[in-house]
């Protein structure tokens, strides 16, 4: 089953705007990961958080995580045309013998001019 | 610069057939995965592998299985395609051994498989 779920399915905004994506989880994590991915292709690792921090930054993009409440969000400032992407959180965690990353259903994003 | 490529952008096979995904990677990568991705149900892993000749079912393995005879490439294999394995494939790799939750993973372009 899914162990990832991004919240809202699909978002619209207006360029300069910023974006929050939200991202739920059930069981515990080693760490959390987002990924984009433009529309039919692969997709391209943004930002990983780790289970001990609490917030982390990459350019325009900031992430939290909540462990308590087993949440994290991405916020994407200043949105561009060009942020127009499928967005994913990956909960990275112990899977029997190795680890492994369990995805998300996605939030689409749509950013107009 | 990273690169995961995967032989068929397209393809399109009839039920019963005999179907080779194939991916490779040039950045010397221990872990490779095979996804499938279908709408509303995000990424489902199905195999993965750690090492040269090692796999790990993931959480849909059926219908499905794998091989790694060198450490660059990871072949996923429909040994009778259906129609309900109609979906978009995504290999992918990372670094390290048994760690991977902590690396990024590198994924391909993907594969539209449609199974008729």
């Known amino acids: 089953s899914q162990q990832g779920e991004e919240d809202p399915q699909a978002l619209s905004i207006q360029e300069g705007e910023n974006a929050t994506m939200n991202c739920s989880y059930k069981?515990?994590?080693?760490?959390l990961q987002w990924y984009r991915q433009n529309s039919g292709r692969g997709l391209v690792h943004l930002i990983l958080?780790?289970?001990?921090?609490r917030e982390k930054h990459s350019g325009r993009l900031r992430v939290t995580l909540d462990t308590s409440k087993k949440s994290s969000s991405l916020l994407i400032t200043a949105s561009r045309a060009a942020d127009t992407a499928s967005y994913f959180c990956?909960?990275?965690?112990?899977?029997?013998?190795?680890?492994?990353?369990?995805f998300g259903t996605g939030t689409r994003l749509q950013v107009t001019l | 610069d990273v690169k995961v490529t995967q032989s068929s952008r397209y393809l399109v096979k009839r039920t019963g057939e005999k179907v080779f995904l194939e991916c490779v990677q040039d950045?010397?990568?221990?872990?490779m995965f095979w996804y499938r991705q279908d709408p509303g149900l995000g990424l489902r892993l199905i195999y993965f592998s750690y090492d040269v000749k090692m796999k790990e079912k993931g959480d849909i393995p059926e219908g499905y299985s794998v091989s790694r005879e060198k450490k660059e490439r990871f072949s996923l294999i429909l040994e009778s395609a259906s129609t309900n394995q109609t979906s978009m494939y995504l290999c992918?790799?990372?670094?390290?051994?048994?760690?991977?939750?902590?690396?990024?993973?590198?994924f391909g372009p993907g594969t539209r498989l449609t199974v008729l």
């Open positions: 950045m010397d990568h221990e872990n």
């Open positions: 958080i780790r289970s001990n921090e």
């Open positions: 992918a790799s990372s670094p390290q051994g048994l760690t991977v939750a902590y690396n990024e993973q590198f």
């Open positions: 990956a909960r990275g965690a112990w899977a029997g013998t190795a680890s492994k990353l369990t």
């Open positions: 069981t515990s994590i080693n760490n």
